[in-house]
């Protein structure tokens, strides 16, 4: 409720705009009711037609100003909603895309997916028709006074109804938030079975998970199963009451005002009016109650929200260097995986000048990829810093230094579109001769020229459909379409052939005579071979970087 009233007071002039057409509709739907009470007193008691067509002319007017009001009402409510869904998707959006990576890739797919899904789950809940069924609870108080003027004894009757009607259904709503957090957090198991059968089908078939997959999924699907039947029969149960009451608020009114008929305390028309207005007066009430489930969600997704905002986010800095020479220097450098507190190197210490081609050589889990993420800026160090002509890169804009270098990473990923759509998302002033150009540098020009569809050949699934040998040259032509002074390949030439590997060769010697500086992560022995200095991670206790003789 909290949540509804402060979207609805994000804008002042917008919540008094839509309060007062609010207590308009609500009061022009009083009309409707006076009108059978007026048609019973007057026109059937002395049957003047005039009478008649004055009284619904008059309705007839407030219904339509009625509907004209309710209409402009929700279009302002909707675009209220509007603004602040499209202000949180971006925040949501921009949250995902500037985490620090170091932390995102802590957390599981299904988790961020669910951040997504909970945008949608909040837009849906807090949509304008919902957002009216609010500001109409009420201003329910006006048919409950009209009640009281017509007979104290029916407004009273009517006012307990609905309270305890209210009151039931709060109660078993309520009852709803511990299952449906239960419910949540199976259904995001689940998810992460179907995801593991959709991502990696070679994996589950080869090293027969099939069985171990099929159990989880029939268990969770299981428990979803009497979950969801768990709710959908409390939710029965509030629909049936909500029914039932209904009708026995018709009964109590009717009888009581029988009676009051009876005693000639009431006339007939007064008692069908009074009916009228009972239940004009019952629906907003009982209608707001029932948003609380929603609420309930809302909250929840509110709250996944706002876990994943205390992540931290990437530096915000925008300051540059105007002509960056190349050079790096690691002072005291040490790194630790979030999750772990296993070092993985520790005060590390080297500088490559300007031009220079260091290797950074060692076995698998040894750092390399983790090295190479700190020079690129997309995770930071643990301890000590990362020096760009004598400036803490943490200091620098990332999106600079982003398009400052070139790199290559272990594990290329591309956007899913076409070829041209990921080379131009990288640098958008490319045209598809500079594209073929990139290509043809590291020999893909043939390649693509002979597929159907050319630079338009669509990727699906990040790459992972295309060799390694080809994903990783497509992904070395993408980097080198901004030609910054620093070079850093992660495993260049692993996984592709030795034809293609020359191609790569040819890139780095060409890089390198050009005065680019080059750190490459590898233990190919030509890289090594042809570097300036070497460090070697698998050195301990702490790697010293050498020259190469």
């Known amino acids: 409720m909290n949540r509804i009233l402060k979207r609805l007071f994000s804008s002042k002039r917008i919540a008094i705009d839509l309060i007062l057409s609010s207590f308009l509709a609500n009061s022009l739907a009083l009309i409707p009711p006076i009108f059978v009470i007026l048609v019973l007193q007057k026109y059937v008691s002395y049957g003047i037609d005039s009478t008649l067509i004055t009284l619904a002319s008059g309705t007839v007017i407030a219904i339509a100003m009625e509907y004209i009001i309710r209409r402009s009402r929700y279009g302002v409510a909707e675009r209220l909603n509007r603004k602040l869904d499209h202000q949180l998707d971006n925040h949501v959006f921009t949250a995902a895309r500037k985490t620090k990576l170091s932390y995102l890739s802590q957390i599981p797919e299904n988790t961020i997916r669910g951040m997504f899904f909970s945008v949608d789950q909040i837009r849906q809940i807090y949509s304008a028709s919902n957002t009216c069924i609010v500001l109409d609870a009420p201003f329910a108080i006006i048919f409950i006074i009209a009640l009281y003027f017509i007979s104290p004894l029916i407004c009273y009757l009517t006012a307990g109804v609905t309270l305890c009607l209210s009151a039931g259904v709060l109660m078993q709503l309520n009852g709803l938030r511990t299952v449906g957090q239960e419910f949540n957090k199976t259904n995001s198991l689940k998810n992460q079975v179907s995801s593991n059968v959709i991502s990696a089908p070679d994996c589950v078939r080869i090293f027969d998970h099939v069985g171990y997959l099929q159990k989880k999924w029939e268990k969770y699907s299981e428990r979803l199963f009497i979950l969801q039947s768990h709710l959908l029969d409390r939710q029965d149960k509030v629909k049936t009451s909500i029914r039932a009451a209904s009708a026995l608020l018709t009964v109590i009114v009717i009888s009581a005002g029988a009676m009051l008929v009876v005693d000639d305390k009431l006339d007939v028309g007064a008692m069908i009016g009074a009916n009228i207005l009972a239940a004009r007066a019952f629906v907003p009430i009982v209608a707001f109650f029932q948003q609380a489930d929603g609420w309930v969600r809302a909250e929840q997704a509110y709250q996944t929200l706002s876990d994943f905002d205390r992540i931290p986010l ?30 993985l190197f520790e005060n590390l210490d080297f500088s490559v000048g300007a031009g220079e081609v260091l290797c950074i050589s060692g076995k698998n889990g040894a750092g390399k990829t983790t090295l190479a993420k700190i020079i690129s ?151 090594m071979r042809g570097s300036h200095h070497f460090i070697d991670l698998d050195e301990k206790p702490k790697p010293i970087m050498k020259t190469v003789k």
């Open 314 to 343: 990437e530096s915000s800095n925008e300051t540059s260097i105007k002509n960056y020479s190349g050079s790096l220097e690691f002072r005291n450098v040490s790194y630790n995986y979030p999750s772990s507190s296993q070092i």
């Open 377 to 527: 800026g997309i995770i930071e160090p643990t301890n000590g810093y990362v020096s760009v002509d004598g400036i803490n890169l943490q200091q620098l804009s990332p999106y600079w230094w982003w398009e400052t270098i070139i790199y290559l990473p272990q594990e290329p990923q591309f956007l899913d579109g076409s070829i041209r759509d990921n080379f131009l998302a990288y640098k958008s002033d490319l045209n598809s001769s500079d594209i073929r150009k990139l290509l043809e540098s590291v020999g893909l020009n043939n390649i693509f020229d002979k597929t159907v569809g050319g630079l338009d050949q669509l990727i699906n699934g990040g790459g992972t459909h295309m060799a390694l040998g080809v994903r990783r040259r497509l992904a070395l032509a993408r980097a080198l379409a901004y030609d910054g002074p620093l070079v850093i390949l992660d495993e260049p030439t692993e996984g592709i052939d030795s034809l293609s590997a020359n191609d790569v060769y040819n890139i780095m010697t060409d890089l390198s005579h050009r005065g680019k500086t080059l750190i490459v992560c590898s233990r190919d022995g030509k890289i």
